[in-house]
């Protein structure tokens, strides 16, 4: 499967930015789709994650109230909304897909559990 992450740009602490990721060549349906994001100099952190057949999500602690992941099942696309931007979300923010089989959704915090990485977008966030 390939992805592609879009959305990132320049903007003002308390401003809000969609980011999408367009995937492509596999159904998606036995997927898990995540959202992780690294800042420079900083390890890559997860963000947040979606089981593609049933929508289960999970956040992480940091982002919870602020950031909304969804996906549209028809435009094979995912989608994260992020709201009241601070400084510290600046990074560049990736999207990956799992094949990996887990119930509890925090397994799929792990880097290493995800096949697949799209390119990332860039968000930066001014003071």
């Known amino acids: 499967v390939q992805l592609q992450a879009s959305g990132g740009g320049l903007v003002q602490a308390g401003g809000s930015l969609r980011l999408s990721c367009a995937a492509s060549g596999r159904t998606l349906s036995r997927y898990v789709l995540g959202w992780f994001r690294q800042a420079p100099g900083k390890e890559r952190e997860f963000v947040s994650a979606?089981?593609?057949?049933?929508?289960?999500?999970h956040y992480a602690d940091p982002v919870k109230g602020r950031f909304t992941i969804s996906r549209d099942n028809a435009k094979n696309t995912m989608y994260l909304q992020i709201n009241y931007l601070k400084p510290e979300d600046t990074a560049v923010y990736y999207c990956?897909?799992?094949?990996?089989?887990?119930?509890?959704?925090?397994?799929?915090?792990?880097?290493?559990?995800?096949?697949?990485w799209g390119q990332g977008t860039q968000v930066t966030v001014s003071s």
């Open positions: 990956a897909a799992s094949t990996s089989q887990y119930y509890s959704l925090r397994n799929y915090e792990r880097v290493e559990n995800y096949n697949y």
């Open positions: 979606i089981t593609w057949s049933d929508g289960r999500i």
